[in-house]
């Protein structure tokens, strides 16, 4: 089975990373975030970065006012998925989308 982590009622608060996924990079492995809040983050690919075929279930979570310089405030790339369920988006920027980039594969469901 692929290695998981939960984070549950977590605050990111102004994470900046000069490469990909500032405050989450999954690789390969199982991501569910419940009740959190991610603002005012900076990096060159998204506050949430997931490759290689990795699961994410985002719920009840607010990102706002963070900056990608690249994708998007979610990158999700090699065949990585994403499920969302009442989240807020406010105030992100990147350059291929403000919320969600999906490439190589990725999808959301």
Sequence with gaps: SLPSIQFENCIFTNVVNSNQGASIYATNSVVSITGSTITGGHSSEGQIY????????????????????????????????VIMDN?????????T??????LSGSKIL
């Excluded at 699961?55 to 790339?77: E, H, Q, R």
């Design 50 to 81: 997931a490759t290689q075929t990795s699961n994410l279930t985002i719920t009840d979570t607010t990102f706002s006012n963070n900056k990608a310089d690249g994708t998007a405030c979610i990158s999700l790339v090699d065949s990585s998925q």
């Design 97 to 102: 989308a403000s919320a969600i980039a999906v």
């Design 87 to 95: 989240c807020t988006f406010t105030s992100n920027s990147g350059q």
